[in-house]
C-alpha cells in the first residue's frame, strides 16, 4: 500500500507570491490533516479536512486555506507569502476524523525569500 | 499547549535499551497516550499508544503508571536509527480533536 505523498518536496518563493501543495493519502483514508513545523515551534496543526469539509482549524491567518476533493487529495494553499511561512509543511492521512493514529508524508520544504 | 512534559534531549549507547519518560499528569480517563518519532527531516512515524495496559509491538514497549499520570516508551535495543525526536502526545479520539504537539525529546543513540 502506498504512503502519504506529498508534492513537491522542496520549494522556494519570492515574499508576496502565493503557492499550492497537494498532498495524495494513503488509500481509503478519508482525513487529511495539515501541520506547519518550523525550528523550535514543534508541529502546528492547520486544519483537516475529512469527506471534502474542514473539520478542525488552527490558529492561523486566513492567507492559508486548503481543499479536499472527492477522491480525498488534498491541497494547501498560502497566498502573500511571508519570509515566516518558511517551514515545513506535512501532511497527515488516517482513517477518521481525529484519530490517533496519522501517517505523514515526508512533506514539503518552503523556503521564501 | 501540549499535555505532556519531555525532557529535551537524551543519550543511548547503541544496542542498549532508551527509556523515554513523558508526564501526563493532567489526562483524562478517556485520553490515550500516543507515541510518534521524526527522524530528520522526515514526517513524523506513529510508534505505539495505549489507554491503560502495556502495550508492545515491533519498534517499542509502552509502560503507563496505574494512575496514567506518566508513561515510558521502551526502545528495547537503540540502534543508529534510532536517532530522532520522539514525541508523546495525549488524545481522545473520540472527540474529534486534533493532536497536540510539544517539543518532544531528542534522542541521540551513540555508537
Known amino acids: 500500500k502506498a504512503g502519504v505523498t506529498q508534492t513537491p518536496r522542496y520549494l522556494i518563493k519570492t515574499r508576496g507570491q502565493q503557492v499550492t501543495l497537494s498532498c495524495s493519502p494513503i488509500s481509503g483514508h478519508r482525513s487529511v490533516s495539515w501541520y506547519q513545523q518550523t525550528p523550535g515551534q514543534g508541529l502546528q496543526f492547520l486544519f483537516e479536512y475529512f469527506s471534502e469539509t474542514q473539520r478542525n482549524k488552527g490558529n492561523f491567518p486566513g492567507r492559508f486555506s486548503g481543499r479536499q476533493f472527492s477522491n480525498s487529495r488534498s491541497e494547501m494553499n498560502v497566498s502573500t507569502l511571508e519570509l515566516g511561512d518558511s517551514a515545513l509543511y506535512l501532511c497527515a492521512s488516517s482513517t477518521g476524523i481525529g484519530g490517533g493514529e496519522a501517517f505523514f508524508g515526508q512533506g514539503t520544504r518552503l523556503t521564501v525569500v | ?111
Open chain 2, 1 to 111: 499547549d501540549a499535555k505532556t512534559t519531555q525532557p529535551p534531549s537524551m543519550d543511548c549507547a547503541e544496542g542498549r535499551a532508551a527509556n523515554l519518560p513523558c508526564n501526563h499528569s493532567t489526562i483524562s480517563g478517556n485520553e490515550y497516550v500516543y507515541w510518534y518519532r521524526q527522524i530528520h527531516s522526515q514526517g513524523p512515524q506513529y510508534i505505539i499508544h495505549g489507554l491503560k495496559n502495556n502495550e508492545t509491538n515491533e519498534m517499542a514497549s509502552l509502560i503507563i503508571t496505574e494512575d496514567r499520570k506518566s508513561s515510558t516508551l521502551i526502545l528495547p535495543h537503540a540502534t543508529l536509527r534510532d536517532t530522532a525526536v520522539y514525541y508523546c502526545i495525549v488524545h481522545n479520539a473520540g472527540n474529534n480533536r486534533k493532536l497536540i504537539w510539544g517539543l518532544g525529546t531528542s534522542l541521540a543513540v551513540n555508537p
